[in-house]
Nanobody, 122 residues
């Protein structure tokens, strides 16, 4: 069974840090790009970051550039999202998913996990 499981969310004060994890199983992890997405209440799901399967390059939404860093641990079939300088507007459920590449459209990402809640208090 193809599966992605997110973890690491929590409650943090503004300016704080969290590290999210996305563990994959049931597929060849390194063959796929992995994306992080977030969805706040009443809002659409937006892309946060993505890491390529080909060269490990990363890309970030403008709203998180310079604050969030994504990395892949091949041995553990896991990607991480290190988040620093968190803001209240970062509050959302964070999801990971995989696709053929970071240029894929949202609906081309699959195997969505259950999400992990990140809450940033002001």
């Amino acid at each position: 069974e193809v599966q992605l499981v997110e973890s690491g969310g929590g409650l943090v004060q503004a300016g704080g840090s969290l590290r999210l994890s996305c563990a994959g199983s049931g597929f060849t992890f390194d063959d796929y790009a992995i994306g992080w997405f977030r969805q706040a209440p009443g809002k659409e799901r937006d892309g946060v970051s993505c890491i390529s399967s080909t060269d490990g390059s990363t890309r970030y939404a403008d709203s998180v550039k310079g604050r969030f860093t994504m990395a892949r641990d091949t041995a553990k079939n896991t990607v991480y999202l290190q988040m620093h300088s968190l803001k209240p507007e970062d509050t959302a459920v964070y999801y990971c998913a995989h696709s053929w590449g970071c240029d894929a459209a949202l609906d081309e990402f699959g195997s969505w996990g259950q999400g992990t809640q990140v809450t940033v208090s002001s």
